[in-house]
């Protein structure tokens, strides 16, 4: 299975973007689908997933209010809209997948298949 991320860029502060995940194959599902995000000299971080079970979506406590994560099951993607960007907001951001319990859904290593990341850059 091979994720396909797209939709990054630069913007300034407050501005908005959206990124977009496709999976390449529709035998993916059940899965939970979600983002990440790297900053240099930073650890790989949880930004949102949209989990199978239930339908719901987690968001960390940096992006709620401002990211939406949003899912075609039919068309196998992940979206991520992004508002209100801040220059923390800055990383290479990578769509991921992966089958896991609800503790497990914060952690990368809970997730099996990685998209090559896509750059966000936020300035002020």
């Known amino acids: 299975v091979q994720l396909q991320a797209s939709g990054g860029g630069s913007v300034q502060a407050g501005g908005s973007l959206r990124l977009s995940c496709a999976a390449s194959?529709?035998?993916?599902?059940?899965?939970?689908m979600g983002w990440f995000r790297q900053a240099p000299g930073k650890e790989r971080e949880f930004v949102a997933v949209?989990?199978?079970?239930?339908?719901?979506?987690y968001y960390a406590d940096s992006v709620k209010g401002r990211f939406t994560i949003s899912r075609d099951n039919v068309k196998n993607t992940v979206d991520l809209q992004m508002n209100s960007l801040k220059p923390d907001d800055t990383a290479v951001y990578y769509c991921a997948a992966g089958q896991t319990v609800l503790s497990g859904i914060y952690s990368p290593q809970n997730y099996r298949h990685w998209g090559q990341g896509t750059q966000v850059t936020v300035s002020s």
């Open positions: 194959e529709r035998s993916f599902n059940p899965c939970n």
């Open positions: 949209w989990r199978w079970s239930g339908g719901r979506k």
